[in-house]
């Protein structure tokens, strides 16, 4: 069964420190990857997306995520955070056929302290 | 990106009576809308996926009879919660996708219960 296991609930860091947050998926077949933020009262975002190709992708707001098929991982990177990077991202995958269903991870709280 | 617009984005009804929730992609053609709900502090929890014109696929733990979707064509779907109460109180959210694997979400409903 499909399934994302995303391994940091919360997350508090200061301004300017590394980000990263793991997301590891269980899925048998080609995989399209996603993170999306959900920012304080606000509706889901879609930050970056891997579908094929070169395995690091850069989405906006300075993420990037590397796409490690051996490790079946998708983590999230952002060398320096700032304090309105403070929201829940999600981790998310689905299969590249049509018609296949889009799975969340349980989410990880950043906070980002000035 | 494309435009995922759900309605209402708030409702309280009563319990016992039905609310029907909108969801509408308008600039792309939906192939396939997920459902999803999501608890406070929690993630995203996949109720339904359903393809234009077929039957929607429900999740395991999901009754098809107390949350009717329909999908009657590539750019709405809807979702009705049935003899609402208290219990069914959340947030729910849709997302739609088409051709790209890439899915686009709605605001989001927050329905009361009371």
């Known amino acids: 069964a499909q399934s994302v296991s995303q391994h940091n609930h919360h997350v508090i860091l200061s301004e300017a420190a590394s980000l990263e947050l793991g997301c590891n998926y269980s899925?048998?077949?080609?995989?399209?990857l996603f993170w999306y933020v959900q920012y304080p009262g606000q509706h889901l975002q879609l930050l970056l997306k891997y579908f094929s190709g070169d395995p690091l992708v850069k989405g906006i707001k300075g993420f990037e995520a590397e796409f490690i098929k051996s490790k079946f991982s998708f983590n999230l990177r952002k060398p320096s955070v700032q304090w309105s990077d403070t929201a829940e991202y999600f981790c998310a995958v689905t299969g590249s056929g049509g018609y296949n269903k889009l799975i969340f991870g349980a989410g990880t709280r950043l906070a980002v302290h000035p | 990106g494309a435009v995922v617009s759900q309605h209402p984005s708030r409702v309280i009804c009563k319990s016992g009576t039905s609310v029907k929730i909108e969801c509408r992609s308008l600039?792309?053609?939906?192939?396939?809308m997920f459902w999803y709900r999501q608890f406070p502090k929690q993630s995203l929890m996949l109720m339904a996926t359903?393809?234009?014109?077929?039957?929607?696929?429900?999740e395991q733990g999901v009754e098809k009879d107390k949350f009717l979707i329909n999908h009657a064509s590539l750019t709405l779907s809807t979702l009705t919660v049935t003899s609402a109460h208290p219990e069914d109180s959340s947030f729910y959210i849709c997302s739609a996708r088409g051709t790209y694997p890439e899915a686009f979400f709605g605001q989001g409903t927050r329905l009361t219960v009371v």
């Open positions: 359903s393809n234009e014109g077929s039957k929607a696929t429900y």
């Open positions: 899925y048998g077949g080609t995989v399209n």
């Open positions: 600039d792309f053609q939906a192939t396939t």
